[in-house]
């Protein structure tokens, strides 16, 4: 891009920026500011051989800590990046160990309860069975008894004599029983 000499550069600029206000302004070079170490001398034409190349080495080793600094600062951001992104997955690792860990117990409290239940079942089961048999025992007890006290009401009768007993049956209605002496 190329400025006429003669015009000021604003308004060849035709707008206000940084190298228009009082801070950066090529016709007032000597408020230009400068990192620390690095000082422009105000006579650019006062220059021989070698105070030229005294500023050139002066001017070099700047730039060569500066580019070492941009170094460290590189290597400095890329571990900030790096730490970041360990930071972050390692947040990602606890919230899904957490996960894990709330999920585990979830599942060892459904195994526990169903572990419950099976008992619970089991015992029911027991005691169902136990009430069943014990039922079936009482009624064949029953049953038995039945038999017994009409057994003995039978022999209660045979004993009054043999006839009366043999009358009493009722069965013995219709076909007597005849005793041989």
Do not use: C
Request: charged share 30%; glycine share 6%; net charge positive.
């Amino acid at each position: 891009m190329a400025f006429l000499l003669a015009k000021r550069l604003e308004t060849q600029l035709q707008t206000k920026s940084r190298l228009t206000d009082d801070s950066f302004n090529p016709s007032n070079l000597e408020n230009l500011q400068l990192p620390p170490g690095v000082k422009l001398p105000t006579d650019w034409l006062g220059f021989d051989e070698q105070s030229a190349d005294q500023f050139v080495d002066q001017m070099t080793a700047e730039a060569e800590k500066r580019s070492q600094g941009i170094r460290a600062a590189d290597s400095a951001i890329a571990l900030l990046k790096v730490d970041t992104e360990l930071v972050k997955r390692m947040k990602k690792l606890i919230d899904l160990a957490a996960k894990n860990e709330i999920a585990r117990e979830e599942a060892f409290a459904q195994f526990q309860e169903l572990q419950h239940k099976l008992k619970v079942v089991r015992a029911k089961a027991g005691i169902g069975l136990a009430a069943g048999i014990e039922k079936e025992n009482v009624g064949f007890a029953a049953y038995r008894r039945q038999l017994q006290e009409g057994l003995r009401r039978v022999t209660n009768l045979a004993t009054g004599g043999t006839h009366e007993g043999a009358l009493s049956l009722s069965s013995a209605k219709e076909n007597p029983i005849k005793l041989v002496s």
